[in-house]
């Protein structure tokens, strides 16, 4: 019987262990999430400013979710959005060197305030507010003086998500952060800018169709003859990238799924020798690129 008795003293000490660590763990994880969003922020003090409610954090994700987030653009406008999840924020000497974060629910009014002249436009497309979803996610090796932008992307509910990615060699980010000379040796390694279609294209052509009086059947017809006349012209004029690329737009219009245009040169570009080149057929060439609908 004392057998059981100390088993069972020992299983409730551990149960309270386990407890205590958990908020103990949790307690520390959350302190050093909000000390990461706040060195976020700071770094943006010049640009905009921010106001937000809670902190929460994964306790083995240790992602950073703030939520209730406004934040004002100095002398322009407030954007408020539901949530920013911030995964990563790694900053040496007060430059950030690693950032993974994404801002989700960013509800944007289709006003002459934010959009001026547009907004008539992006009325008669069916938008009245913009929902949008904003991911970014880069780093930079100091020692091998490389930049990666994994991803830079904007998500419009009914509307689309386009990508944007890229690799720089040749970088070195405290130079530039001090508007140095070395901005002309960044080298290119590699781009890439994806669209994927959701509703836009049918909304921008159900548009253009009633503006025309005419059915959409009607409008895609006129546009893949006159599509077809300019790729032919091209191609007669010796200028087979250009005949390519709007060959692959004009599937990209026909399917409405996705476009995709890259860069990968065989060896990295540097921005002083794009510069150099006067012919653009030899910087298309020199950087690798390719454009294809998905």
Known sequence: MAKSKNWLILACIGVILLTAGYFGARYMAKN??????????????????AEYGGVDVGLFSREAVVSDLRIAALGGKTIAMDRMV????????????????????VDVPVTPEYFKESSEFIHKL????????????????KAEQTLDLAEFSLIVKDAGKLGFSVQLANVDLDDLAQGGPSAMLVAVDGIEV???????????????????RMSEEQLMREANKNMEREIARTRDRGEEFAAQAMSELQRFVNERKGLRVSADPKQPVTVLEIIGMKNPQDVIEALGVEVRAQ
């Open 32 to 49: 050093m999430a909000e000390q990461k969003v706040q060195e976020f922020f700071a770094g943006m003090d010049d640009v905009v400013h």
């Open 86 to 105: 911030l995964s990563r924020y790694e900053e040496e000497d007060g430059v950030p060197r690693a950032v993974t974060v994404r801002f989700e629910g």
């Open 126 to 141: 069916g938008y009245d507010v913009l929902h949008c979803d904003y991911v970014m996610d880069y780093a930079y090796r």
């Open 194 to 212: 994806n669209y994927t279609d959701d509703s836009l294209m049918d909304r921008l052509m159900k548009t253009a169709a009633a503006e025309e």
